[in-house]
């Protein structure tokens, strides 16, 4: 929610209005989800926002796939004093962080390996939460 009010303020011109708004799919969110994002293409489109989707594939098909390279995934366990906790994820960083990293370098046009000229820069509006501060420092 946090990325969407980020973009919902730049479509209003409460904060200056963005270039791009990039969502990284894991291929395994909720139909709400996919359904929440439609509507938020509509009014970013609106806006001249153009919403890119970009994609490493489906987390939870790469998850029980025993060929595939494995990134923990923020599952909820019973710790062994029987309170709950969250086993350590990397998915955010495989799945999120990475991609849109490589999408932003890519519309600057210097994908990778190409070296970014020290004068050329992006800005990034990333909406998280501080439960959410671990995700985003990419563990």
């Not at 303020?9 to 996919?34: K, M």
């Not at 062994?80 to 350590?88: E, F, H, K, L, Q």
Request: proline fraction near 6%; glycine fraction near 6%; charge should be neutral.
């Amino acid at each position: 929610m946090q990325s969407t009010t980020l973009l919902l303020l730049a479509c209003q011109g409460v904060i200056p209005r963005f270039d791009y708004a990039i969502f990284a799919d894991t291929g395994w969110e909720p139909p709400s989800v996919y359904r929440h994002l439609q509507r938020l293409e509509a009014i970013a489109a609106d806006a001249s926002i153009p919403v890119v989707r970009v994609s490493a594939g489906n987390i939870r098909r790469d998850a029980l796939d025993e060929n595939h390279r494995f990134a923990s995934m923020p599952l909820h366990v019973r710790k062994s004093d029987g309170s709950a906790g969250m086993a350590r994820r990397q998915c955010t960083n495989e799945y999120k962080v990475r991609l849109i990293k490589k999408e932003v370098r890519q519309l600057l046009g210097f994908p990778h390996p190409q070296r970014v000229p020290e004068d050329v820069h992006a800005e990034q509006a990333i909406g998280i939460s501080v439960d959410e501060f671990q995700a985003a420092a990419g563990g």
